[in-house]
């Protein structure tokens, strides 16, 4: 495992040394550029900066076609030099030295590192490498901390580091580089197959075709787009910047305003990366965590994507009626006609779950599924996977993989930390303790321990890409909700969607950026409007720990409970999508959609009491707003009913 983990990431460096530039000399070309080449190149900049790693790979923020320099040449060479070390000098020798390495050991451990933290700079920005070097300091220097601190330790020399971070199967060459070089990189080459084969067109076009004309249809339209298109980038600004460029003009022309339409798009685009069958890296890594198949991964995300999807229907439905919307034909061939004469780009996706159903690995369902849609593209003259299209594939798909496996190189250095310092338990225990302390009642610590966890995955989000914050997450604080008798799927999957959802918070919200850069809408109006469509999205998750029942909505209970609980949050969802659309028969008043709120957030702690009670709080909202719409209607209709004599001049 450990030579294959060592050859992977002795191409990967190099090839990003050689792809992606410093952001310095990126800074100076665009100075001599024309201004509107600039401006452009600065929006693009802008909609990547900080994102997730697939982002980063899908928006090419630093992938220029720029010749590399000697300097980048220089570092290209000196990594494949000390990631192969292990290799060269002997790799069971090395490996019998791990816990007294050489002194060539530990410079070529630390320089590797080095260049690791140097590569995820260029690739995802700076903020994750200088958290990694602070993580690193705090491994060396954590004797310095005074005795009475809890997150003191003994400290760890060079040598012992040295062990820790390169000579095994932590740290650099951990789980999640393993994940990387395994199945990353695959399902990049197969989003890239698909995009090249034609499927993505194919996905758009069909998406426009099946919703022609009514209120709702250019909504309707970006969210199903969305869902499949996620299929073939599974990066939520790539989603969200393909989806922008053909669907907001008929948003546009439909009366959506620019932030409005900029939400729809961020909403679809964040569903990217929670849609089976192909989630996001963070996925992959759930699947090695918890040593269960890709398949389980998948029907654990199945209901919560369904719900959020449900959300975003519900939302766009009353938002055409509170904006106005008008119809909007949709030029379109027949969906039918689309289907029949291209429907094979689904047989791909589908052979994937067909293959994990019957007990076949994720890498063998991915390589067929691959040859599958290189075979298809044929009945498609135009989009033949041709030997160039087969080697741009090839090539897309291996530039796409660079940031992911560089990000998760570094994160592994900070599990790595983690794992040695014990600071992992230390703070899970923190977590626990700051909600005991404001109650040691065991459901209200529960809520808090939840609430604490979301803001600290939302906020580690905000500054690392989705697959490192979850990685980092999971060491601390998924101990903590397990802790407090959550389920170790439960609390992973907690985790992965507060990932996935930093990437529609202010004051990043990646894909509200790119979104607001098409619809030329305020960007921080645009993230609001992002966050009021997936606002259920963050509510939702806390069902999965609140109580037991809530396994059902990750399917890990029997069929009968899971069908039972997605009822009832569906009607949560609904509920939330009321308070957030100001609509429910009609206008909604602030009265219904207090109501509406509180029934929902009883709905979702899944317990028959709980249950009961929302339901009741949401009838009398309705009773409420049936009742207040009579009288608004009347009183509207008495006053076009009186006479012009009647009113005074």
């Known amino acids: 495992v450990l030579p294959y983990r060592i050859i992977f990431l002795a191409v990967v460096l190099p090839l990003t040394f050689l792809l992606y530039r410093p952001a ?17 190149e600065g929006a693009a900049g802008r909609e990547g900066a900080g994102g ?72 995802v920005g700076p903020i ?18 005074p005795d009475g601190w809890l997150i003191g330790h003994r400290g760890y020399g060079l040598s012992r580091l040295t062990s820790q971070f390169v000579m095994g199967t932590e740290g650099v060459f951990g789980v999640p580089l393993d994940v990387a070089a395994t199945y990353i990189i695959l399902f990049t080459i197969y989003g890239a197959v698909l995009e090249l084969s034609g499927a993505g067109n194919f996905f758009l076009n069909i998406s426009l075709a099946a919703f022609r004309k009514s209120r709702t249809a250019p909504g309707r339209t970006v969210t199903m787009a969305g869902f499949l298109l996620g299929t073939v980038s599974g990066s939520s600004t790539a989603t969200t910047v393909s989806l922008g460029s053909v669907a907001w003009p008929i948003l546009k022309r439909a009366g959506y305003p620019r932030e409005a339409g900029g939400g729809v798009l961020a909403a679809a685009g964040i569903g990217a990366i929670l849609s089976p069958p192909t989630l996001g890296a963070a996925a992959f890594i759930i699947a090695e965590l918890l040593r269960v198949s890709y398949l389980e991964v998948l029907g654990y995300a199945l209901i919560p994507t369904l719900l959020y999807y449900l959300g975003i229907f519900l939302a766009i439905e009353f938002d055409a009626r509170r904006f106005g919307v008008r119809e909007v034909e949709i030029a379109q061939t027949s969906f039918w006609k689309l289907l029949v004469r291209f429907g094979y780009h689904f047989s791909s996706l589908v052979i994937i779950v067909v293959l994990l159903a019957l007990g076949q690995s994720a890498f063998k369902a991915v390589v067929y599924a691959s040859l599958l849609a290189f075979l298809l593209s044929f009945l498609d003259k135009k989009h033949r996977m041709t030997p160039p299209k087969v080697f741009a594939a090839l090539a897309k798909g291996a530039s796409g993989v660079l940031p992911v496996a560089a990000t998760c190189a570094s994160a592994g250095l900070i599990v790595a930390v983690l794992t040695i310092t014990g600071l992992g338990l230390d703070l899970s225990g923190i977590i626990v303790d700051l909600a005991d302390v404001l ?167 899944l317990e028959p009491t709980t249950v009961f009670i929302g339901l009741g709080i949401l009838i009398v909202a309705v009773v409420v707003h049936l009742s207040t719409r009579k009288s608004r209607a009347a009183s509207k ?13």
């Open 24 to 40: 310095l000399s990126i800074l100076r070309r665009r100075a001599s550029t024309a201004d509107n080449e600039a401006s452009t």
């Open 52 to 123: 997730t790693a697939g982002d980063a790979a899908a928006d090419g923020r630093r992938f220029k076609p720029d010749r590399p320099t000697l300097w980048d040449w220089f570092l290209a060479g000196l990594s494949i030099f000390v990631t192969l070390w292990p290799l060269i000098g002997g790799f069971d020798a090395y490996l019998a030295r791990s816990f007294a390495p050489f002194i060539i050991d530990v410079v070529c451990a630390f320089a590797l590192v080095a260049l690791v933290l140097l590569a995820t700079w260029r690739t």
């Open 128 to 145: 994750l490498p200088l958290i990694v070097a602070v993580f690193i300091l705090y491994a060396n220097f954590g004797a310095l901390i």
């Open 439 to 605: 109650s040691n009642n065991p459901t209200m610590m529960l809520l808090f321990t939840t609430f604490f966890a979301a803001i600290a995955v939302i906020l580690l989000g905000l500054a690392v890409p989705v697959t490192a914050s979850f990685i980092i997450a999971a060491v601390i604080i998924a101990p903590a909700l397990t802790t407090l008798g959550v389920g170790t799927p439960e609390a992973y999957m907690f985790i992965f969607y507060y990932a996935v959802l930093s990437e529609v918070s202010p004051p990043t919200a990646l894909a509200a950026v790119a979104a607001a850069a098409i619809t030329g809408g305020n960007p921080n109006k645009t993230m609001l409007m992002t966050w009021k469509y997936t606002l259920p999205a963050f509510l939702v998750p806390f069902a999965f720990v609140l109580a037991p029942a809530g396994a059902g909505l990750i399917a890990d209970a029997p069929f009968l409970q899971t069908v039972l609980v997605t009822v009832i949050s569906g009607v949560a969802v609904a509920a939330l999508a009321v308070v957030t659309g100001k609509w429910m028969f009609g206008p909604a008043g602030p009265i219904e959609r207090l109501l509406c709120l509180v029934g929902a957030l009883f709905l979702l702690y």
């Open 637 to 649: 209709s008495d006053t076009q009913a009186r006479s012009p004599q009647e009113v005074s001049p």
